[in-house]
């Protein structure tokens, strides 16, 4: 119930070209998906963040599509560029009340944008 | 301002010794998180602080795992008799507080088990 699956594990994209990343889950209470980007030998960083009630965010260069109905949510990384590259993790929330929360990460893609 | 900064970086232990990382959260932010990273993986939630309320200890893998958070101030993860399966970044995460949704991470701490 609290899974979070990501795919794929790794991808190799020619720089202008475009990324997308997958996620789906089951959990119906999950209320709130992040993406995060992190490079090596830092802790993540957020890029960008939906909510269940739009099918859709960008942000520059990045977009999430969420489609409710099938439980899956996408990163689309448009005009792919070298510094792009790094390890994406898709996460949803789980909120308990007040101020508790708690985030399911996906395991990971690992991003290579080519120059 | 100042980012979450966790300590130390690096770390290499013997099988069997207790080892201690300390993370320094956002001046401020109330909400604490402790996650393990190992290798090609993602995130796993080990314990989460809020306040003054009672820690969410859910996520600790063994009761060799333990963790402290005084106030709203640093907190320390304590891992005892260290087994070559706990080799894995920890990374601390602090949150803002009730309405906020972003967690910022640290570094993280590299810890190595031989």
């Known amino acids: 119930q609290q899974q979070v699956k990501q795919s794929p594990q790794s991808l190799i994209v020619q720089k202008g070209g475009i990324s997308i990343i997958n996620c789906a889950y089951e959990?119906?209470?999950?209320?709130?998906f992040p993406w995060y980007q992190q490079f090596p030998g830092k802790g993540p960083a957020l890029l960008i963040a939906i909510r269940p009630d739009v099918s859709e965010k960008k942000e520059g260069r990045f977009t999430i599509s969420f489609n409710k109905s099938a439980k899956q949510f996408s990163l689309h990384i448009m005009d792919s560029q070298p510094g792009d590259s790094a390890t994406y993790f898709c996460a949803a929330r789980t909120y308990s009340g007040g101020s508790n929360y708690k985030l399911t990460f996906g395991k990971g893609t690992l991003l290579t944008v080519n120059p | 301002g100042a980012g979450v900064s966790q300590s130390p970086s690096n770390k290499v232990t013997e099988k069997g010794k207790d080892v201690e990382l300390r993370c320094d959260p956002i001046s401020g932010h109330t909400a604490l998180y402790w996650y393990r990273q190992r290798l090609g993986q993602g995130l796993e939630f080990l314990i989460y602080f809020q306040g003054n309320s009672a820690p969410d200890k859910s996520g600790l893998p063994s009761d060799r795992f333990s963790a402290e958070r005084t106030g709203e101030s640093v907190s320390t993860l304590t891992i005892q008799r260290t087994q070559q399966e706990d080799s894995a970044v920890y990374l601390c995460?602090?949150?803002?507080?009730?309405?906020?949704?972003?967690?910022?991470f640290g570094p993280g701490t590299r810890l190595t088990v031989t």
């Open positions: 995460a602090s949150r803002r507080g009730q309405g906020a949704y972003e967690q910022y």
């Open positions: 959990n119906t209470a999950f209320d709130y």
